[in-house]
């Protein structure tokens, strides 16, 4: 079974601009989750969508979006980078129907540097 | 609100030794769950065990054990006989089933543990 992939790997921008990172479930699953890893403040819930719908979304400015599609493949899109967007963006995946208690499934994350 | 401390940043340990990495939570509800997850060097992290708030039961799977104390909001985790393949930063997690969904996580900032031969 293939796990959770994003594209692109690696990604460098400036100030300014906007950046589009994708995300592939686990075949079979329905929800995913967007997390951003920063030294300074960790790892963070940015948004979860289930079933094309946005389910949850945590504490970040509106530049952060998401979206999803019929085949729950899910993008998230950083417009007017600024260089504290530096980070690297982890994709979760999990079946997500009902109120979903089982464990994520992480893909390996898009590093992203703004310069 | 919910938070997680890990108050271990790094931790070196010999081949062979024990070692338990601490997780302390704090959350208004009464019921959540608890998770730890292992991130290698490669990025993505690896669930290792999920706890609902109901299961005070400690549980051992293999090498790995996890101490799990409502009455001190402490969930700790024991690598027995360590090797050198269990080197990663590791992470306590909370969920709060009140957020809709188990997907949102607070995580704690890890623990990252080297074992060195």
């Known amino acids: 079974k293939a796990g959770v992939t994003q594209t692109p790997r690696y990604l460098i921008k400036t100030r300014g601009q906007q950046v589009t990172l994708s995300c592939s479930p686990i075949s079979g699953h329905r929800s995913v989750s967007w997390y951003q890893q920063t030294p300074g403040q960790g790892l963070q819930f940015l948004f979860e969508y289930f079933s094309e719908t946005q389910r949850n979304k945590g504490n970040f400015p509106g530049r952060f979006s998401g979206r999803q599609f019929s085949n729950s493949r899910s993008e998230m899109n950083v417009s007017t980078l600024e260089l504290g967007d530096s980070a690297l963006y982890l994709c979760?995946?999990?079946?997500?129907?009902?109120?979903?208690?089982?464990?994520?499934?992480f893909g390996e994350g898009s590093r992203l540097t703004v310069l | 609100a919910q938070k997680v401390t890990q108050a271990q940043t790094e931790i070196s340990v010999v081949e062979k030794e024990d070692v338990t990495l601490d997780c302390v939570y704090e959350t208004r509800d009464t019921t959540y769950y608890l998770f730890w997850y292992k991130q290698p060097p490669s990025g993505e992290l690896v669930f290792l065990i999920r706890?609902?708030?109901?299961?005070?039961q400690n549980e051992i799977s293999g090498r790995y054990s996890w101490n799990f104390q409502k009455s001190t909001s402490s969930f700790n985790f024991t690598i027995t006989a360590s090797q050198v393949v269990d080197s990663a930063v590791y992470f306590c997690a909370l969920s709060e089933v009140n957020t809709g969904t188990a997907s949102k996580l607070t995580f704690g900032t890890g623990t990252r543990l080297q074992v060195t031969l």
């Open positions: 706890r609902n708030s109901f299961d005070e």
């Open positions: 979760a995946s999990s079946p997500g129907a009902g109120l979903n208690t089982g464990e994520l499934f």
